[in-house]
Nanobody, 121 residues
Framework: VQLQASGGGLVQAGGSLRLSCAAS????????MAWFRQAPGKEREFVAA????????YYADSVKGRFTISRDSAKNTVYLQMSSLKPEDTAVYYC???????????????WGQGTLVTVSS
């Protein structure tokens, strides 16, 4: 599975961005897709996940109500719509695919290359 993330950029606080992650190669009918992020000097942290079966979603408390994970199965693409962005959302955002539904980065087998989101104050 190859994952290609895009959509990052520079945005002012309060603004919005939509990240995309296109998957190619082998795809899974089960498991989940997720977004993680890593800010400079910090560990990679969970942002949002969507279970392929049923479309259940789960969010980190820090983004709940501001970010939305979604997918377009026909395009094999997962999105992260980010609104009301804050400077603390600044990070490299990674998409991931794995066989289980979880919030730990170790549960995911395939990763995109990351896309940088910078939120200015």
């Amino acid at each position: 599975v190859q994952l290609q993330a895009s959509g990052g950029g520079l945005v002012q606080a309060g603004g919005s961005l939509r990240l995309s992650c296109a998957a190619s190669g082998r795809t899974f009918s089960s498991g989940s897709m997720a977004w993680f992020r890593q800010a400079p000097g910090k560990e990679r942290e969970f942002v949002a996940a969507m279970r392929r079966s049923g479309g259940y979603t789960y969010y980190a408390d820090s983004v709940k109500g501001r970010f939305t994970i979604s997918r377009d199965s026909a395009k094999n693409t997962v999105y992260l719509q980010m609104s009301s962005l804050k400077p603390e959302d600044t990070a490299v955002y990674y998409c991931a695919v794995g066989p289980v539904y979880g919030t730990r980065w170790s549960q995911y087998d395939y990763w995109g290359q990351g896309t940088l989101v910078t939120v200015s104050s």
